[in-house]
């Protein structure tokens, strides 16, 4: 079973990168949105691929 303080811990990265996805994605016309967005998307797949290292290495 996964325990809360886990579930926060992969929670509040994939939330917030989501939320930075959606800044992004409204201001795709410049820079600094552009830059949201790929912060966004490195923050999420971060998140994804150390839960994978995480289970490859039990």
Avoid: C, Q
């Avoid at 303080?5 to 992969?10: L, N």
């Avoid at 800044?23 to 912060?39: L, Q, S, T, Y």
């Avoid at 966004?40 to 839960?51: C, D, E, F, P, Q």
């Amino acid at each position: 079973m996964i325990s809360i303080s886990s579930f926060h811990a992969m929670l509040i990265p994939i939330l917030s990168g989501m939320l930075l996805l959606a800044i992004g994605f409204n201001f795709r016309d410049k820079n600094a949105g552009v830059f949201a967005m790929w912060i966004g998307m490195l923050m999420i797949l971060a998140t994804v691929i150390y839960k994978i290292l995480a289970k490859l290495n039990e």
